[in-house]
Nanobody, 124 residues
Framework: QVPLVESGGGLVQAGGSLRLSCAASGRTFRGYAMGWFRQAPGKEREFVASISWSGGSTYYTDSVKGRFTISRDNTEKTVYLQMNSLKPEDTAVYYC?????????????????WGQGTQVIVSS
């Protein structure tokens, strides 16, 4: 069983918007900080944004600040990434991740669970 399933990727023109969703199953949500990472062709996976279990704390990489917003609905066991003002350099496979910790905000590359990824392509 795959604990995390991403959706919402696609092809969009530069300046456009997309909303990614990550649905969690089973116990993979309660008490977990959630994050989004991305990996472009030929590059290493990089952190994009994360949110604490309560949703009260968020953290973003500098390149997406002011353009992307992470949020979560603990009732629906879903985390979202609203991406606005998209740029061609945002093109990548986006992965959802979950890392245990009630007080955690930052999700690291050693997260406990990962989704399969969803492709985002931003055309110029």
């Amino acid at each position: 069983q795959v604990p995390l399933v991403e959706s919402g990727g696609g092809l969009v023109q530069a300046g456009g918007s997309l909303r990614l969703s990550c649905a969690a199953s089973g116990r993979t949500f309660r008490g977990y900080a959630m994050g989004w990472f991305r990996q472009a062709p030929g590059k290493e996976r990089e952190f994009v944004a994360s949110i604490s279990w309560s949703g009260g704390s968020t953290y973003y990489t500098d390149s997406v600040k002011g353009r992307f917003t992470i949020s979560r609905d603990n009732t629906e066991k879903t985390v979202y990434l609203q991406m606005n003002s998209l740029k061609p350099e945002d093109t990548a496979v986006y992965y959802c991740a979950a890392e245990k910790g009630l007080g955690r905000t930052v999700v690291t590359t050693t997260a406990d669970y990962w989704g399969q990824g969803t492709q985002v392509i931003v055309s110029s």
